[in-house]
């Protein structure tokens, strides 16, 4: 089993930033791809962006030059960190960890509890 804790989501002012964590635990030898969703209230969950273990990274196109994703392989952590953020970047934020190698073999999806992120005056 891998569990996904996030921490980091609050109240930001436009304009302002935030940087979230998500630390994987379990008995983990490799994981593959960890990275970032979002949900709005009565939307879909959408992709943030992604990172892999050897450090490429892909963003969507509403966040590429605000958000910043990078990896801690040896703690098998995954931060995003956030910067001019805007009113529509309210959302829970989720991690995910793609491909995941553990002693019973491999996870391909797993995903955190999500942390609010509000964006607000």
């Known amino acids: 089993q891998v569990q996904l804790v996030e921490s980091g989501g609050g109240l930001v002012q436009p304009g302002g930033s935030r940087r979230l964590s998500c630390a994987a635990s379990?008995?983990?030898?490799?994981?593959?791809?960890m990275g970032w969703y979002r949900q709005a209230p009565g939307k879909e969950r959408e992709l943030v962006g992604t990172a892999t273990s050897v450090g490429s990274t892909n963003y969507a196109d509403s966040v590429k030059g605000r958000f910043t994703i990078s990896r801690d392989n040896a703690k098998n952590t995954v931060y995003l960190q956030m910067n001019s953020l805007k009113p529509e970047d309210t959302a829970v934020y989720y991690c995910?960890?793609?491909?995941?190698?553990?002693?019973?073999?491999?996870?391909?999806?797993?995903w955190g509890q999500g942390t609010q992120v509000t964006v607000s005056s």
């Open positions: 379990g008995i983990i030898f490799s994981i593959n791809t």
């Open positions: 995910n960890a793609h491909r995941v190698l553990t002693a019973s073999g491999y996870l391909y999806d797993s």
